[in-house]
């Protein structure tokens, strides 16, 4: 089973926290990864960061993209991005709405994802691959289920050209959310974005932030383990494993890695894939 990965760092802020990035993305080169991709923070907070990380990942021989969110944005600021990343040989971008920054009062000249992704379709046609966010579990944000959907959707109609899909433990979410998008019309991928487990406290308050769910089960097992690193640490790689495994075997076109910028858990969990 060879399916096609990606993986996302976020931009370090040291020289140090570089050249240890330097490292995992040598071993993580093994994999063969699509693409590595870069987070890009609140409010254009990481912009520099972000392009420099692009950059030294394409340095070292590998395809590279950065996210980019357009809320707090005006549409000059977007272009000098899109002319800067096409002066880099930059072919593909996540396109984001982000979140406001707290603090930043003025949202910009884009409310959401899609007028993103159609502005980057007229400025720049075809020269980017777009990817988009998806959530098989729902926007914290969303109206509702139904709602969600159609904006998704009006991504893809925007130019989309494939999803990239916020993290979940529920397969039965992504079936169910790629069932109803392809039900609609929807004919990109949408790859599943995977976040390997390494530490369950951190991870608890990640998710009720981002709206993921850790379903019971895994929970009380995760609480039962206190302190013993050990077992999270096994226990985490035995049930993402099990879940790129099934995921795969449903039809996932890829797989998508939230590293954290860490090497030690993608590789194990691709090497329990036979990658
Ligand atoms: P949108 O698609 O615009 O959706 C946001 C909300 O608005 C949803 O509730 C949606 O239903 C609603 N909505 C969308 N369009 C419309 C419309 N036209 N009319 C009315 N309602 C609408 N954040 C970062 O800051 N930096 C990153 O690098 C980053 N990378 C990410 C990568 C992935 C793969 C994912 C899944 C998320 C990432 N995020 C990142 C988080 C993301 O920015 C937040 O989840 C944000 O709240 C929504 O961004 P979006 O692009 O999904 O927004």
Redesign the pocket.
């Known amino acids: 089973m060879k399916p096609e990965i990606s993986i ?1 760092f976020f931009p370090p802020q040291t020289n140090e926290g570089m050249e240890k990035l330097r490292t995992t993305v040598s071993r993580l080169a093994v994999l063969e990864p699509e693409f590595f991709s870069v ?4 409010g254009g907070s990481t912009r520099d960061r972000t392009l420099a990380t692009v950059m030294e990942i394409a340095a070292q021989g590998h395809s590279a993209a950065p ?1 980019l ?1 357009c809320i707090g944005s005006t549409r000059d600021g977007v272009r000098e991005m899109l002319t800067t990343f096409a002066g880099q040989g930059i072919r593909r971008i ?6 406001l920054p707290s603090g930043m009062a003025d949202a910009g000249e884009f ?5 993103l992704v159609k502005f980057i379709r007229d400025e720049t046609g075809d020269r980017y691959h777009i ?5 098989p579990e729902w ?5 509702s289920p139904r ?2 959907l159609l ?2 959707k ?2 893809v109609d925007a130019g989309a050209s494939s999803a ?3 993290y979940f433990y529920n397969a039965d979410a992504y079936e169910h959310f790629v069932d109803q998008a392809r039900a609609l019309g929807v004919t990109v991928p949408i790859v599943p ?1 995977i976040m390997p487990i390494g530490s369950f406290s951190k991870l608890a308050r990640f998710s009720d932030a ?1 709206g993921a769910e850790i379903p019971r089960w895994m929970r009380r097992k995760f609480e039962s383990f206190g302190d013993d690193a050990e077992s999270v640490r096994a226990f985490g790689l035995d049930v993402v494993t099990e879940l790129c495994r099934h995921l795969v075997d449903c039809g996932a076109p890829g797989l ?1 890695f939230y590293s954290m910028n860490q090497a030690g858990l993608t590789l194990e969990i691709c090497r329990r894939l036979g990658r």
Request: net charge negative; hydrophobic share 30%.
């Open positions: 996302e987070t890009y923070g609140a996210h969110s996540v396109a984001l709405r982000g979140d409310r959401y994802a899609n007028e990817e988009v966010a998806a959530y926007h914290p944000q969303a109206k709602e969600d904006n998704f009006r991504k990239i899909t916020q974005g981002c998508h």
